[in-house]
């Protein structure tokens, strides 16, 4: 850990993020009955680390950022996490590489806070480094993966490549529960990307709730506009009661 950076200090003295505690919480509960875990941009492992240890689950870890990807496997190889993989890539809605800006917030503290950008220089935008960028319907397809459990993503802004890279799984629901980050624009932006991934959701058959315990889920709608996390769940799942 680099109690230098806000969340790794939070996890390293209380072993929790203030923050999202009550997103970990719902998450912890549906982690119980999944035997497979993606964390879309996993930073220091928050999500995905607490779990591995307790749960007879494989988990995918995937991050782009070389550092924390390394600390990451470190983290792994220290507490025997066995089931647990990092992948250092960024999932995104194409395969090939994209540029990467390492960003610590104003007060450069936030480890978390990294984003893809378009290739090419910018004024004012650093050079980044150029990663790797897979769609999850390739992934999984590579690695022989039918289901996914659980999923988290935060990927600053990009959860519609995500979204988009993944559609073959979400069409057929073998995603079956989603935490996302929502980032929300002014009402009536063709760009915002909360609206593109709940409706790309809801056209799926997903329904949505908001993170807490316990869990109500209903149809996408203006109660969403605001919210900076949401959970999705398939319509598979639901049929079966979960």
């Avoid at 072993?15 to 549906?30: D, H, N, P, R």
């Avoid at 057929?172 to 709940?198: K, M, P, Y």
């Avoid at 109660?223 to 900076?228: D, P, Q």
């Amino acid at each position: 850990m680099d109690i230098t950076e806000q969340l790794q200090r939070q996890l390293y003295f209380f072993g929790t993020y203030f923050v999202e505690e009550k997103i970990l919480a719902c998450w912890s509960q549906l982690a119980r009955s999944s035997r497979m875990i993606f964390d879309v941009g996993a930073n220091q492992g928050i999500y995905i680390v607490a779990l591995a240890a307790s749960l007879h689950a494989t988990s995918h870890a995937f991050e782009p950022t070389p550092r924390i990807a390394a600390a990451l496997r470190r983290t792994a190889e220290l507490n025997g996490l066995g089931g647990l993989r990092v992948n250092e890539v960024a999932v995104f809605d194409g395969t090939g590489e994209a540029r990467l800006i390492e960003y610590g917030g104003s007060d450069g503290l936030n480890g978390g806070m990294n984003y893809l950008a378009s290739n090419g220089s910018a004024p004012g935008v650093p050079a980044g480094l150029q990663v790797a960028t897979t769609r999850l319907d390739k992934f999984c397809e590579a690695n022989a993966i039918t289901m996914i459990d659980l999923m988290k993503v935060d990927v600053q802004d990009h959860e519609p490549a995500v979204v988009q890279g993944a559609g073959n799984l979400i069409t057929s629901g073998r995603i079956q529960h989603v935490f996302l980050e929502q980032n929300w624009s002014a009402e009536g932006s063709s760009d915002c990307s909360a609206r593109i991934v709940t409706a790309t959701l809801s056209a799926a058959g997903y329904r949505l709730a908001c993170p807490e315990m316990p869990l109500r889920w209903r149809e996408a709608g203006r109660w969403l506009e605001g919210m900076s996390d949401v959970i999705a769940c398939s319509s598979t799942v639901r049929s079966l009661g979960g």
